[in-house]
């Protein structure tokens, strides 16, 4: 079956140190999207790619960074810069060409922690 | 600037009786709206999505969602609530036409007693 696998689906950080969280799809989408998502917050974008190797920062960028040398994978680097990284993390990606009502697909979140 | 509103943070249903989630949203453009659901520790699963061809939306699961261009909202709506249907649900505009991104409402929870 299609999907976005993200792994790991808990991830402890340690303070000074750089994690990095993985993302694949196998849906054939050009995009690809990583968002924080906080309780009562919703969900905001940290960074989005549109094709392979380019991607745009979103919303809440600082701390974070991203590759994408593959279509089908888009890691996320939390950086120790990132003073509050504890949250859930959830990438998705989506259908880039076509009519603009493509949705989002979402793979399952990791939850992120501070040690 | 594109924005959409939840105007209810919890919802609290006894199984079997109507639901009814609220959106607002602002776009300077005919919008793309879309209502996802998210379980516990999980991604957020798509319900349904607004297209121009019809204003009634039928999604999963015997949810809707109507779109009123007159009042800017786009609210949930499930004749009868099931336990199973206990979760968060985000309400997402896409602000530009054709522009990848979206913006995502901060989330009702749904509470069902049985």
């Known amino acids: 079956d299609g999907g976005i696998t993200q792994s790991p689906k808990y991830l402890f950080r340690k303070e000074g140190q750089n994690v990095t969280l993985s993302c694949e799809q196998n849906?054939?989408?050009?995009?690809m999207y990583w968002y924080r998502q906080d309780p009562g917050q919703g969900l905001r974008l940290i960074y989005y790619?549109?094709?392979?190797?380019?991607?745009q920062k979103g919303d809440i960028a600082e701390g974070y960074s991203v590759s994408r040398e593959k279509k089908e994978s888009f890691p996320l680097t939390v950086t120790s810069a990132q003073k509050n990284p504890t949250a859930f993390y959830l990438c998705?990606?989506?259908?880039?060409?076509?009519?603009?009502?493509?949705?989002?697909?979402f793979g399952d979140g990791t939850r992120l922690s501070i040690l | 600037a594109q924005s959409v509103t939840q105007l209810d943070s919890h919802v609290s249903v006894s199984e079997g009786t109507p639901v009814l989630l609220r959106c607002n949203y602002s776009?300077?453009?005919?919008?793309?709206l879309f209502w996802y659901v998210q379980h516990p520790n999980k991604g957020l699963q798509l319900l349904l999505k607004?297209?121009?061809?019809?204003?009634l939306v039928k999604g999963i699961n015997g949810f809707e969602a109507e779109f009123k261009k007159s009042e800017t909202s786009f609210h949930l709506t499930k004749p009868s609530a099931h336990m199973s249907d206990a979760a968060e649900y985000f309400c997402?505009?896409?602000?530009?036409?054709?522009?990848?991104?979206?913006?995502f409402g901060k989330g009702t929870m749904l509470l069902v007693s049985p």
């Open positions: 998705a990606s989506s259908i880039e060409k076509g009519e603009g009502n493509q949705p989002q697909h």
């Open positions: 849906l054939n989408h050009d995009a």
């Open positions: 790619s549109q094709i392979v190797n380019d991607f």
């Open positions: 776009s300077s453009y005919s919008p793309s």
């Open positions: 607004y297209t121009s061809a019809a204003t």
């Open positions: 997402v505009v896409r602000p530009v036409p054709g522009y990848s991104t979206l913006t």
